[in-house]
């Protein structure tokens, strides 16, 4: 029960830190979420940005503006030589260089976000100013021109200049609207004033022009602010893994020096340890054989026993927690050669068979005959097998029995199954078993407990030998446990190579 409390207290303190760690990633989406889901008329989160991207492009096309209205000057003049035309050049040059200075003073000023709204009022209202100079330019008429050429050329003007105020200007909502209402009104004061069907057609068609584009710039607009919001996301998103990764590699960091450590001082307190164990063994040893003489009181014979029992005991326990961390630590290097598996299975069931005839248990074997050598740690591969033998001895019942099977796999590898009639383990409790330093409810309870260190340090093993593990038990019924080679492992016999004279005489046989 002490294992299944220790399991859950871990995984409550992984997850608040988990928690912890992700409250801030998860803030940050979700405010971007909100403000992406916010509809474009209340949505101020990126009015600064796009004022920013319209004064750029403003600047960016500082030249477009004085080029187009010379061109169009010059054809005026050529069409229709007027100072009216000259007059409005220069007005229009006055009112661009104003919005030029509007423009530079933005780019210049760290602009909070409280003023945000004047200084869009501000740009706005310097399209207002451009839009009454092309309004000027909408008024202008030519008595003497013949036919309707001027018309042409007017309606053509105003045509580009609507859509050269569109692309310069679409990061500014409303802003082709607002700069074209004075030259709609100039139309309209026209066609009022002359009720001529040609005013009537160009002022419908720079209506249409105007009500056109500021449709294509209001999509050009959601459109970047739409990803302006993504890639405002994928920066908090970026930045927080960042964090996170810094965080990361700090924890890591920590678990390193924390393993070194680990490392260290199990290092020294095996060698601090096993020096006073080693003296406290051979002496107890020698109080109770009697070695110097015999010892009148039964009770000090029982206690030196006592004593060395338990000094085993603490000496495996140092032994496994050392194997346990050099596996952890990637430092359990094998010592491979040939071996047979059946020898050692042999071997071992004869070192438990004392303790199993203490029990009254019967250890019975079935062996394949011919077994060919596998490649593996002898050291390491009796320790597993004797892992497993030492558990099924400890926790079957007197007069129990235990069937020991060494055979071939299907995939062409080797096993050792081993198979007893004990108390077995509880399905839930299999994988506490299986963990390092668990133990089930029927160990906890059994007289003889270990440490929990064995099946794991045998999983370990196996994996390092490309081998499987498979433990299968039932509660009352019995345990079962396999521990599997694979077929790499195994060493083929491998025919004699014939000589030189053979293969030439049975050639010419063939022949």
Partial sequence: MSSGVSISTDKIIVDRSRGHRNKAVSKTVRATRERLQLSNSGNQAFDRDMLAMHVNAVLQAAAVVPLFIALVTAIGMYISPSAHLIAWALLMLSLHAINLLLARRFSRKEIAAAETTKWRRRLLLAQILLGVGWATFALQSCDACGGDSFYFYKGAVLLFAISITAMSSF?????VLVGFVPVIAALLFRVAVSRDLIDIGLTAICAIAVVFFHFICDRLYRSNLTLMSY????????????????????????????????????????????????????????????????????????????????????????????????????????????????????????????RARAKNIAIRHSFENEMPQVWADEKSIRQVILNLLSNAVKFTQQGGEISVKVGWTAGGGQY????????????????????????????????EQGTGLGLPIVQAILAKHDG???????????????AILPATRVMQSIPAVADAPAIEKRRRSFA
């Avoid at 990061?171 to 802003?175: A, C, D, E, I, V």
């Fill in 171 to 175: 990061m500014l909502r409303q802003g």
């Fill in 231 to 354: 890639q405002s996301e994928k920066d908090d998103l970026i930045a927080e893994l960042e964090v996170a990764k810094s965080m990361s590699d700090e924890a890591r960091r920590r678990a390193e020096e924390a393993n070194l450590a680990k490392s260290r001082f199990l290092a020294s307190m095996s060698h601090e340890l096993r020096t006073p164990l080693n003296a406290i063994l051979g002496f107890s040893e020698v109080m109770s054989s009697e070695v110097l003489g015999p010892m009148p009181n039964p009770t000090y014979r029982e206690y030196a026993g006592d004593i060395h029992r338990s000094g085993e005991h603490l000496l495996n326990l140092i032994n496994e927690i050392l194997d346990l961390s050099r596996i952890e630590a990637g430092r359990y290097d094998l010592n491979e050669e040939t071996l047979s598996l059946l020898e050692v299975a042999e071997d071992c069931i004869g070192m438990v068979q004392l």
């Fill in 416 to 447: 050792v199954a081993i198979k007893d009639n004990g108390l077995g383990i509880p399905e839930e409790e299999i994988p506490v078993v299986l963990s390092a330093f668990g133990q089930g409810s029927i160990a906890i309870k059994s007289a």
């Fill in 468 to 482: 499987q593990f498979v433990l299968r038990s039932k509660l009352r019924e019995g345990t079962e446990v396999i």
